[in-house]
């Protein structure tokens, strides 16, 4: 796999994520938490980071990839011997059609070059039925837009969109909606839970 820019920005970056991981770890586990609930079954996280979360999932079989090496290694120091760890692109998953029970994405949407081809690539992938966890900031109908939009220069610098809406993703009408949770600020933050029809 060639390294992209933005793998070798999250390979230097994963030696700040401890501090990161304060800011996100809250919401981050109310997903696993929400994942949990479900029954066993086979997941998915696309973007796993430094798996410093690993440890709150249950008895699910965890596959974890992330297009960063660096980062893929500091998640095997948190991953149980179980979880399976992969360098991959969530553009472009080399994973057979209808492999996971479920498909996770926890503050990475907004940081993919795409974000509408890897829920293309999250709804190949899931069973019929099969359920998408996706958390992440989404940016409100009201002032805090206008603060978005102001930051995203700075944003592409760190591979990030601040400016990012729920209709940049067309993708999303493929799936049907089970449930949404706003937090934050404004509303800031959403957990969507999708399943593929």
């Known amino acids: 796999m060639q390294l992209s820019s933005t793998a070798r920005f999250y390979d230097m970056m994963r030696l700040f994520y401890p501090l990161i991981d304060i800011f996100l770890a809250k919401k981050r586990r109310q997903l696993v938490e929400q994942v949990n609930r479900q029954s066993p079954g086979h997941l998915l996280e696309i973007g796993v980071g430094t798996g410093s979360h690993l440890k709150w999932y249950g008895s699910h079989e965890i596959t974890g990839i992330d297009i960063s090496t660096g980062m893929l290694r500091t998640a095997a120091k948190h991953a149980r011997s179980t979880v ?37 690539e999250v709804y190949r992938v899931l069973h019929p039925g099969g359920k998408c966890f996706i958390l992440n900031h989404f940016t409100p109908l009201n002032g805090l837009a206008y603060v978005d939009r102001l930051f995203q220069p700075l944003g592409r610098l760190f591979h990030f969109r601040t400016s990012f809406r729920l209709d940049d993703m067309p993708s999303l009408k493929r799936f049907r909606l089970t449930a949404i949770a706003t937090s934050g600020p404004f509303g800031y933050y959403k957990q969507l839970i999708l399943e593929k029809q």
């Open 84 to 120: 399976r760890l992969v360098q991959m692109d969530g553009h472009d998953l080399l994973f057979a059609d209808a492999s996971f029970n479920y498909v996770v994405l926890s503050h990475v949407i907004a940081v993919v070059q795409n974000p509408d081809r890897v829920l293309e």
